[in-house]
């Protein structure tokens, strides 16, 4: 069974560009969320996507950010427009379902690590 | 790397010692704690979990212990290989409402297995 995937593995803007995370969710996955690791910080919650819809979106930092799940499959994460501080390490994590007792593991993609200059 | 600038915890073991990794938690809400091995370039991969309603959880080699008391949760490793070394976090996941689901992670440690 393949992962959870990531691309690009590596980007490097200019403060004032935009530029877009995509994630790809292990097959059949229903929730997929979006975690990012600022350097100095630990890893923090930005928002889970249940399907198509955003679930929880409480960690967005702001306006800039724009997470999309079209068709409810892989998910992007687009910075317009990117600022010095969003540099760090952007990870997805899709689990199956939640509930049920168990606690339905989140399985991390690589990540994407953003440098903006 | 990009653990530089974070000043975590380090751990500096033998081959063949245990390891206890320590961690404390704030949400009493939270329903499952969750271990998370981070090694370079990889994103966090999950351990080991512990139901709140539990105090003690064994897996293949490593131990989860959860003192809801004093919100203090640990992970022991027995017979530390150096394929262990890396970054340690733990997690908590939210129980209910719209935050459902989401990991709230703690700090991380580094733990080093020297051969």
């Known amino acids: 069974e393949a992962g959870v995937t990531q691309f690009p593995s590596h980007s490097v803007i200019e403060k004032g560009q935009t530029v877009t995370l995509r994630c790809d969710p292990i097959?059949?996955?229903?929730?997929l969320y979006w975690y990012r690791r600022v350097m100095g910080k630990e890893i923090k919650f930005l928002l889970h996507f249940v399907k198509e819809s955003k679930q929880d979106e409480s960690g967005m930092p702001n306006n800039r950010f724009l997470a999309e799940r079209t068709g409810g499959t892989y998910s992007t994460l687009k910075v317009q427009p990117a600022e010095l501080e969003d540099s760090g390490v952007y990870f997805c994590?899709?689990?199956?379902?939640?509930?049920?007792?168990?606690?339905?593991?989140?399985?991390f993609g690589p990540g994407t690590r953003l440098t903006v200059l | 790397g990009e653990n530089v600038g974070l000043h975590l915890p380090t751990l500096s073991v033998q081959e063949g010692d245990n390891s206890i990794i320590n961690c404390a938690y704030s949400n009493s809400a939270s329903d499952y704690f969750i271990w998370y091995k981070q090694e370079s370039g990889k994103g966090p991969q999950f351990i080991i979990d512990i139901r709140s309603n539990m105090d003690k959880r064994q897996g293949q080699r490593v131990t989860v212990l959860l003192n809801k008391t004093v919100k203090h949760l640990s992970l022991q490793i027995a017979a530390t290989q150096p394929g262990d070394s890396a970054v340690y976090f733990c997690?908590?996941?939210?129980?209910?409402?719209?935050?459902?689901?989401?990991?709230?992670f703690g700090q991380g440690t580094i733990l080093t297995v020297h051969p």
């Open positions: 997690a908590e996941r939210s129980a209910g409402g719209t935050s459902y689901g989401k990991l709230t």
């Open positions: 097959s059949g996955h229903d929730n």
């Open positions: 994590a899709s689990s199956h379902q939640l509930g049920g007792g168990a606690s339905n593991e989140q399985f």
